[in-house]
């Protein structure tokens, strides 16, 4: 696989293989061996060699032999270093956040929870000292932060969360206490990032246009193009749970009036059996509704229904619109997809126009669990640092 490097010298030539080494481990998660890899990145054996060495030399690669392997020295693949790269990733719910840490391949390991109260003060300022925390865990290893957040970001940094009354609250300042000045801090919509793991790790790996929608307390989606989410002109998209997609004229919170997610995720639950909704509070009593649902409980299963057809009816619209390969969901959306899937399915199929019924796009749960958000928080800070300009800042840390 040859490319244009843009390089003009040796020396700019090694970096941009070194990057492209670098990142094709991560992408196919320590997975592949050296020789595939050399293969892959149409490198000479001596030039692999000579790169694995001095990546090795740098901490930022390691190498453990294959579990299998034939006669002779044993297949050696490529992964992270014990004191190689991290990077902290940081999922800020309606209700609570978690933060983990990031290897390059892609392994994340939990690192905190913890719920808040609402407020920003109160949300920003627990989740800066555990941040601190790990910062100087760390020490230089840590290349950066990646945080999701559930609502729209815009300038990279202020963030809408309707739910809970924030109107153009400064992310990066709320973390300001807890992070040190030029750390590199990526501020991301939460469905937009899952939908990034989605396309990285899961099953919209290789497609080439997809939906991804992620359901919470309520409802986001973002079209996913060659890997990449569409953040729209002012990087504000991902926001497909604001249309108006219900047939009626209740005020949503975010300002619009009878928005898709009104009707889907576990407000939307909470409502339909008449619980006090909002506020980022009954996520408890959303489980024990699905809880209750897949025990046969009548009044349950109706709500999961309720849920499950309207996901469905707004699928039919998207796919309708956006012509995917695919459509992803994630959050309770998997719950939705399982326990209601016959109404899912009956209301996605009367919304579809004939020629997309004849060529059915695919509805697939996805495989990563509630991590998509912390994943694609992790991918944005290794798009930043596997790349020439990012591996210059890398400073190599002794084994202890």
């Known amino acids: 696989m040859r490319t244009v490097t843009g390089a003009t010298t040796s020396v700019e030539l090694r970096e941009h293989n070194r990057a492209r080494l670098l990142r094709a481990v991560h992408e196919c998660g320590a997975s592949r061996t050296r020789s595939q890899l050399t293969k892959d990145l149409d490198l000479a054996r001596g030039t692999a060699s000579v790169l694995v060495t001095g990546l090795s030399e740098d901490s930022l690669l390691h190498e453990e032999p294959s579990a299998e392997h034939g006669r002779g020295r044993p297949t050696q693949i490529p992964g992270p270093h014990p004191c190689g790269p991290v990077a902290l990733a940081a999922d800020l719910r309606e209700d609570g956040w978690e933060i983990a840490a990031g290897e390059l391949g892609g392994r994340i390991t939990p690192l905190a929870a913890r719920p808040h109260d609402g407020t920003p003060e109160g949300a920003f ?63 991301g919509n939460d469905t937009a990032f899952a939908a990034l793991a ?32 569409l953040g729209g002109a002012t990087g504000v998209g991902a926001e497909f749970g604001h249309m108006p997609l219900t047939g009626r004229a209740d005020p949503c919170l975010c300002g619009a009036r009878g928005c898709w997610a009104m009707e889907v995720g576990a407000n939307a639950l909470l409502r339909h059996l008449g619980l006090a909704a909002g506020g980022g509070r009954g996520r408890d009593q959303a489980q024990a509704i699905l809880a209750r649902s897949g025990k046969g409980d009548p009044e349950a299963a109706e709500a999961v229904d309720a849920g499950a057809r309207a996901l469905g009816r707004g699928i039919a619209a998207l796919v309708n619109a956006h012509d995917p390969e695919i459509v992803t969901l994630s959050g309770l959306g998997v719950d939705l997809f399982t326990q209601g899937r016959a109404a899912l399915s009956e209301a996605y199929l009367a919304g579809l126009m004939r020629i997309r019924v004849e060529r059915l796009p695919e509805l697939a749960p996805s495989e990563l669990g509630w991590s998509g958000a912390l994943l694609g928080a992790m991918e944005s800070v290794f798009d930043a640092f596997l790349t020439p300009e990012g591996l210059r800042t890398w400073r190599p840390r002794e084994r202890p």
């Open 125 to 187: 300022g627990p989740l800066a000292a555990a941040l601190r925390t790990h910062l100087q865990r760390y020490g230089s290893r840590a290349v950066g932060i990646g945080l999701a957040v559930p609502g729209p970001v815009r300038d990279d940094r202020l963030v809408d969360v309707s739910h809970l009354g924030w109107r153009a609250v400064d992310a990066v300042a709320g973390l300001a206490s807890g992070i040190p000045a030029g750390t590199l801090l990526h501020v």
């Open 198 to 229: 989605e396309a990285r790790r899961g099953r919209m790996a290789g497609v080439r246009v997809g939906l991804h929608l992620h359901v919470d307390f309520d409802l986001g989606g973002v079209l996913v193009v060659d890997g990449r989410p």
